[in-house]
């Protein structure tokens, strides 16, 4: 089994040694791919939906990994008991849905997170920063025409971000992530179009939505500075 560019950046991540719990599993590859690999001693494959679910366990089946992974149905962390895993892997769903599956399980969330949001990324830097944890590794990748982003976070030692750092990543402004560089201009190039479309129209929602572009420009002539 192969994964995807983005699901191996996602597994690469995850210490060594470490409990798994995979929120979302899907077809369970992950944790698949890291059992199978020794890099982890057991997983706990929890995904919402039956069919998925059924999916990861024909799979786990299917590798001879059943007595290494324990499938569980399971809404988010609700299912899930303190202190049985080490890592907890969230990926492949949107940052709105991400910050609620984490708040609604922040009294049981283990030392290290693994996300990839699939949007509103700053949406999930804040609920780390809020809940006192550090992003301590940022990877950017694009994959089929589109941008991913995979943060590792361990508990224990908050860190306060700046406007910038929420809306595009501490790690991957410090250290010019190329791919981050590249989304910032292919973005920036993307809105000054739009504007520049807005200015023929006069009507109050067309003024309303330069504003909000001029904005998202602004927060990403912010970020490029770190480029200069």
């Known amino acids: 089994m192969e994964l995807s560019k983005r ?28 059992l199978r690999k020794g890099k982890i001693p057991t997983a706990i494959a929890m995904d919402v939906g039956v069919g998925p679910l059924e999916r990861a366990r024909d799979h786990i089946q299917a590798y001879c990994l059943a007595d290494k992974a324990v499938c569980r149905l399971s809404d988010g962390f609700k299912e899930y008991q303190q202190g049985e895993a080490d890592t907890a892997v969230i990926a492949g769903m949107g940052g709105d849905l991400m910050s609620k599956i984490l708040e609604e399980g922040s009294s049981k969330l283990p030392e290290e997170l693994i996300l990839q ?64 560089q590249e989304y910032l201009q ?15 129209v006069d009507t ?5 939505r330069k504003i909000e572009i001029q904005t998202q420009l602004d927060e990403i002539k912010g970020a490029c500075t770190y480029f200069e």
Not at 7 to 34: C, F, K, W
Not at 189 to 197: P, Q
């Open 204 to 208: 109050e929602s067309a003024k309303t």
């Open 186 to 200: 292919y973005t920036k190039h993307t809105l000054e179009k739009i504007l520049a479309n807005l200015e023929q």
């Open 117 to 180: 949001p699939q949007s509103e990324w700053f949406k999930v830097r804040i609920f780390l920063q809020n809940h006192e944890y550090k992003i301590v590794e940022e990877e950017m990748l694009k994959e089929d025409g589109k941008y991913y982003v995979v943060i590792k976070a361990v508990c224990g030692s908050g860190e306060t971000l700046n406007e910038s750092e929420i809306l595009y990543g501490p790690y991957l402004l410090a250290h010019k992530h190329p791919v981050l």
């Open 7 to 34: 699901l191996q950046t996602i597994a690469d991540m995850v210490s060594e040694g470490n409990r798994l719990v995979d929120i979302g599993t899907d077809h369970g590859y992950i944790p698949i791919d890291l």
